[in-house]
């Protein structure tokens, strides 16, 4: 059957989560196909962030970390993302970045489980995590290893000498989602701690870090939190490590005593021990203006969406761009998978340049990958199909090729 | 000779720095003596802000880390904290938060200086600088230790088995200030790098990172340069151990090639290898409308006024409240500390609640110490008269013993 775009404006009208999409700023001319990179701003952001830079930061000064609650942020925050991933309340909290989050996940997970000495990863997980972990075997000098393999060995590949399994539940490139509770199941079976990233989890599918009896997580919440650009990770631990899990990062935030300036760190109780340093307020407030929108909706209803989003999208590339090279990188059918949709193509890099000039964004990874993410909170189903029929006339007119589309930015 | 309040009038009319006062907001009804703690809102930067939140995130989305610069940022608000602390270009960046940072200085000097085994500190350092190396030595396991003494003791402790001297350059206590020039000496004398600590030296006195021939600093970004709640930190590492020291938190924004998504950690040159995460750009954006106010000023004019602020205080302090058992923890004298004046008393804890209730807002580090900083760039003369008259008042009703001034607050 032919989709029109008559048949996406329907399903528009009869989307429950539509009331969602004029709760964020949306520039004109734009189909934004990236929020699993950068979420896009919440209408209530800039207010929030004006009153606290006017009226707690300028106006009652240090005072606020008191009496606006500055001091609670990180925990009130986590709790908050602890809700959506489905980790109990005291197990989540929100401080520095993801890869410092691994770093701190890691260095614990090891000292857990002392006497064996492999990190087991994915060859292709996202390059931070596998570089934290670089790091700290590189302090260690214990004969630790970082072992990787590809996804599907994963679990055949866990034995007596792994301590953590560390994973990137959602891919960045393929969207190729891993089963928590099987990975989980299966690393536990032979003794293993798991970590697990879930930057393309968290806001993006239903997660059960306590269903899936997961040990670690950590995320970023500048994608689909919609915490604004760099916004603060979080930092997730089951309440049975808490105890004797121990932050190698052991700052004052993460004191027991922070404010009696003693000589010898000693870990705060609970998840509070993984915070370190003073953390960045106006990023943290502007996350919690993202998370609390998150909590909003149903995460079941923002699953169903994309889902219908992804299988909408594959068909019209299907049916609009089937001779032009375009060659599916996602996992297809309905599970297994993360909120956005990837092609890899020869020539993804000039394609996306191009899109991007014609307001479709999306963005490009390294080799040759093509990446649309999917965000129900404020995508529609119209868009598309604008967003194909604008790549199907950047690839019938071949404008791809053009020379301003081949140069390389920064960041892609 | 005895001032009064038309004297100190009489200064600020003559104070060449009084044209900065109206570039900050300060709410009426405050003297505001803990800028040292977290300094006060520019008045550029809810405008900075809000441009960056509506313009930047709101409209051009993803693209801003390429078009608005947001990749450069911390390189680029890096350097200009480094031209305040005399750092040469290329040797400062802005990431993370300063327990961080000390972490990753740490973790490369130990790394340079592989032979020796001992961390040289001070016992007051400030605790969170303590707690990282805790940490760290933590992780290490290789017989390092970490080795506190006395200020006064400090370079005759440096050994051959010193791998690195960690020192605050200012006392967050006292506000006494080390010879960084001397101290570096003395630790490079005996094969010793050094990591100074100048969150209460950068933005507040002259720093000669060059000229003292220092290795690493770190410093943080929420206090005399008026960055905002929780701002970002600094790290500096001096050209010559650039291309060896290594970060042991090697993130993704520290690789030579992080959009390239490479397996293998691969650190970038220079500076930007200490880059970790994603950093928190709103909170960045406010750190350099602050770097930038700071840098039209001249540290030596501030340096000079901040001198005068303190021997007026003290003078004011024996003139006024001779009798009330305040007791001197600073050095006296015009050398040899930071812009802040530090007071024993027994009962410091409820006379700075007095205080900050009539709107004197002092600190209170524990044991028994009140602190009050001096910001010159928006602190008058005639306010250090109206602080010391309300806390005579304070202390001539014993207002101070009110029950409401004894309870304690999560941060002091």
New interface residues.
Partial sequence: MTLSRADLEELDRKDALRQFHARF?L?DG?I?L?GN??G??PTA??TR??SL??K???????????THG???MQARVGGKIGRLIGAGEGETIVS?????NV?KAL?AALALNANRRSILSE??NF??D???A???L?????GHCLR?VEPDEIAGAIDGDTAVVLLTQVSYRTGRAYDMGAITTAAHAKGALTVWDLCHSAGAIPVDFSGANADFAVG?G?KFLNG??????FITVAHRHQARA????????G?ANP???????AAADGIARFA?????????A?LEVGVDLMLEASINALHAKSLKQFEIFRALMAQELGVHGFSLSSVDGPGGRGSQISYAHPNGWPIVQAL?AKGV?G?F??PDIMRFGFTPLYLGFAELWDAVTILREIMDTRLWDGPEYHRR????
């Fill in positions: 700023v520039p734009v934004y990236d990179s950068l896009a701003l952001t800039p962030i004006a830079i006017e707690e930061w300028g106006r009652d000064l240090i005072r606020s970390w008191n500055w001091i609670d520095d970045s993801t890869s410092i770093f260095s060859r292709n390059p931070t596998l570089y934290m670089e790091g700290l590189g302090l260690l000098e214990r990787l970023c500048y604004g650009p760099g916004a603060p990770a121990r932050p190698a990062l052991s700052g004052w935030f004191h404010f009696g300036f003693e000589e010898s760190y370190v340093g003073t953390p960045p307020v106006l990023s943290l502007a991007i964004i963005d990874r390294a930015n920064k960041v892609t």
